[in-house]
């Protein structure tokens, strides 16, 4: 079926008289959906947990208000965002948990480099947006997560790598490594949702609850906001390192790649091409 326009919707799901069949695609243009949908999705990640922040603080006094909503917002968001481009990219939106994948051998090295650097893009673009809406006396630091002053450096890096290793298990057990439940891969985006409500609801007052290095990096970008942001680098890298080893050297199971079958239709389409 083609992509082009139509005057009258060609095909509905209702439609029981077809079926839909994924057509082999070359490698750089799934690469590049990939890379894009990785771009996309942490672009609106950052914008949405920016605004979490400032919208907290500007509207609620209670310090416990303000911590709730900034952690239910930062869930609810992510669970959206890994619905609606999970099945491109696998969504995963943060350094942490694509080392983490490097690490388990679910990913490549330079794919996974190349990832980070379209999650870091992303991460500035979607600060930048937000620091476009904003007016001025709103700005402040654009939800950069900053170090509590009665947490040094050390606790802080602590409670980045203990929260961030929660929520990349999380990530790996509920959508990377399972194969055989479809009910868990779809309310798998909850799931994470749920492990980032729990994290950033925990870490808060301390370090700003930010377990995803693009995520502190583009608000710091974009309003100049470096102090002890290396933390924000050490703590959720060395988590995704942990939480990686973790799945793979103790809770991971064995299993075997083999060719998928084609069915009679397939092979008389696509067969010659592939010759």
């Not at 930048?128 to 450096?153: F, I, Q």
């Not at 990377?176 to 950033?200: H, M, Q, T």
């Not at 290095?213 to 959720?236: C, D, I, K, L, Q």
């Not at 890298?237 to 990686?244: D, E, K, N, P, S």
Request: proline share 5%; aromatic share 10%.
């Amino acid at each position: 079926m083609s992509n082009g326009f139509h005057l009258f919707t060609p095909y509905t799901n209702a439609d029981k008289n077809k079926v839909i069949l994924r057509v082999p695609e070359p490698t750089i243009r799934l690469t590049i959906r990939q890379m894009l949908s990785e771009f996309f999705g942490t672009l609106f990640l950052v914008f949405l947990i920016s605004g979490s922040g400032l919208a907290a603080t500007f509207t609620y006094s209670d310090p416990a208000v303000r911590w709730a909503l900034i952690a239910v917002i930062q869930g609810f968001s992510i669970a959206a965002v890994i619905w609606f481009i999970s099945g491109i990219s696998g969504c995963q939106l943060n350094p942490a948990v694509s080392l983490a994948c490097i690490v388990t051998g679910r990913m490549g090295i330079l794919n996974g480099i190349i990832y980070i650097i379209f999650q870091l893009a992303g991460a500035m673009a979607g600060a930048a947006l937000m620091k476009a809406c904003l007016p001025g006396e709103y700005e402040k630091n654009l939800s950069a997560t900053t170090l509590n002053p009665a947490v040094n450096v050390a606790r802080g890096i602590c409670f980045e790598l203990i929260a961030t290793s929660f929520l990349v298990l999380v990530v790996l057990g509920v959508a990377v490594y399972n194969e055989w439940d479809p009910k868990i891969s779809r309310v798998a985006p909850l799931a994470i949702g749920c492990a980032v409500i729990a994290g950033v609801g925990a870490l808060v007052p301390f370090t700003g609850g930010s377990m995803n290095p693009a995520r502190s990096f583009g608000p710091a970008v974009m309003s100049g906001t470096w102090s002890h942001h290396y933390v924000y680098w050490a703590g959720p890298m060395a988590g995704g390192i942990i939480a990686g080893l973790i799945w793979r050297l103790i809770l991971s199971e064995r299993i075997l790649l083999v060719d998928r079958p084609y069915t009679d239709f397939q092979k008389s389409t696509y067969g010659t091409a592939e010759k």
